[in-house]
């Protein structure tokens, strides 16, 4: 895992199916390489900290939070 800042937005974002309307607090997740996903936190903005996760990552990270 890394976290890599200033990425802007060359990448399509989406919102987690488990974050709600609730006044900016929502997590977004995006396919930033073929490998590569990204987690970035809505109220952190675009100049935000980037999560970056290979796909074994984000399925184990997937598998604990869903417990």
Same mark, same amino acid.
């Given at each position: 895992m890394?976290? #890599?800042?200033? !990425? /802007?937005?060359?990448w399509?974002?989406?919102? $987690? $199916?488990?974050?709600?309307?609730? /006044? /900016?607090?929502? #997590? !977004? #997740?995006?396919?930033?390489?073929?490998t590569?996903?990204? %987690?970035?936190d $809505?109220?952190? /903005?675009q100049?935000?900290p %980037?999560?970056?996760?290979?796909? $074994?990552?984000?399925?184990?990270?997937?598998?604990s939070v869903?417990?």
């Amino acid at each position: 895992m890394t976290y #890599v800042k200033d !990425f /802007g937005d060359q990448w399509t974002w989406r919102k $987690s $199916s488990r974050s709600g309307d609730n /006044g /900016g607090q929502c #997590v !977004f #997740v995006a396919e930033l390489e073929e490998t590569t996903l990204g %987690i970035r936190d $809505s109220k952190m /903005g675009q100049e935000g900290p %980037i999560l970056r996760l290979n796909r $074994s990552d984000w399925a184990s990270l997937a598998r604990s939070v869903s417990r």
